[in-house]
């Protein structure tokens, strides 16, 4: 017995499957035996490591270098999105003079690390009399690489359309910018979602590099923490860093969330076109055949089904 894309494994192989999945969740199971007996045996469960977040104002600390942390994402996703779109649209130009300086920009972008054009920004403008916020460096210089990574995103999302949507779109008397607005863009985005939304939560988490030019944001406040009473530098890469992975699950939840309105907007929008209205349609707006069809169980051919 075969499957469409590989050999149903027999018996022998399931066996051997087995075999190695639970040497798998031995070996790692072990691996965390060692790192909390570990632990354990440093005295990283003590209380005395975990005493300064006993204290109020450490969380009130915390909070306020998540907001810090949060101001910067904030700002630098918005701009990171739209500077995307301009570069994206930039390198699709058929102009040469448009497309060469527009490409040029997005590669050295790419090019140049969030760290070295954060410190290049915070330390480097100085010399030449312009200062810099903290703040800005960071926003700066993720919106510089972002953007440009996003450019790239959303060009392969539109290249990779099939020719006859543009194609399509100039014979019903559309220009490029019509073309690209109402019909290339909206695709392109819902194919690309996963990808932005992946680079947005990296964009969250560099934020976490401002601490090298002094932004007051979660790892910088972590940094301060480890000089307290105990050292406690485990537990506040632990606190810090659920953080972070609380914050990257809520990003991804809202992208998830808005992925299944678009995918669900975009089918019901698409059979009501298809199908038309119907004479048939109940008082109260329902049509129990376009139900079934919207939800895959039925067929609507047209013909009623009632007495």
């Given amino acids: 017995m075969t499957s469409v894309l590989y050999d149903v494994p027999g018996p022998r192989a ?4 087995r075999i190695l999945a639970v040497v798998t969740i031995l070996v790692v199971l072990a691996a965390i035996g060692f790192i909390v007996f570990r632990m354990v045996e440093t005295g990283q469960f003590s209380a005395e490591k975990w005493y300064v977040f006993t204290f109020a104002n450490v969380w009130m600390g915390i909070v306020k270098a998540l907001g810090n942390t949060l101001a910067a994402f904030a700002l630098a996703a918005v701009l990171s999105l739209v500077l995307g779109f301009v570069l994206a649209i930039g390198r699709l130009s058929d102009h040469a003079w448009v497309r ?10 790419r090019a140049v690390p969030v760290l070295v ?21 960071v926003v700066i210089a993720l919106m510089a690489y972002n953007g440009s990574v ?8 539109v290249e990779s359309l099939p020719k006859g949507q543009k194609e399509a779109g100039y014979a019903i008397g559309l220009r490029k910018s019509g073309v ?4 290339l863009l909206p695709q392109a985005i ?6 932005v939304v992946a680079q947005l939560v990296v964009t969250m988490k560099d934020t976490a590099l401002g601490f090298i030019i002094t932004y007051p944001e979660l790892l910088y406040y972590a940094k301060q923490l480890t000089s307290q009473q105990g050292r406690p530098i485990l537990q506040s890469a632990f606190v810090i860093g659920g953080i972070y992975i609380v914050l990257c699950l809520i990003l991804a939840g809202i992208a998830k969330w808005v992925e299944v309105r678009t995918r669900r907007s975009t089918k019901v929008r698409g059979i009501d076109a298809a199908v038309g209205p119907d004479p048939r349609t109940h008082e109260d707006g329902t049509n129990t055949e376009l139900i079934a069809l919207q939800r895959g169980v039925g067929k609507y051919d047209g013909t009623s089904t009632g007495g």
Avoid at 100 to 109: A, K, Y
Avoid at 118 to 132: A, D, E, I, N
Avoid at 180 to 183: A, C, E, H, K, S
């Fill in 100 to 109: 060469v300086p527009v490409t040029v920009v997005t590669e050295l972008f």
């Fill in 150 to 157: 996003l450019a790239e995103v959303i060009r392969a999302g």
């Fill in 190 to 195: 819902r194919a690309m979602l996963p990808v």
């Fill in 14 to 17: 399931i066996a051997r499957n």
């Fill in 180 to 183: 690209m607005r109402l019909i």
């Fill in 117 to 137: 054009f954060m410190m290049l920004l915070y330390y480097g403008l100085p010399v030449v009399g312009v200062k810099m916020e903290p703040y800005w460096a």
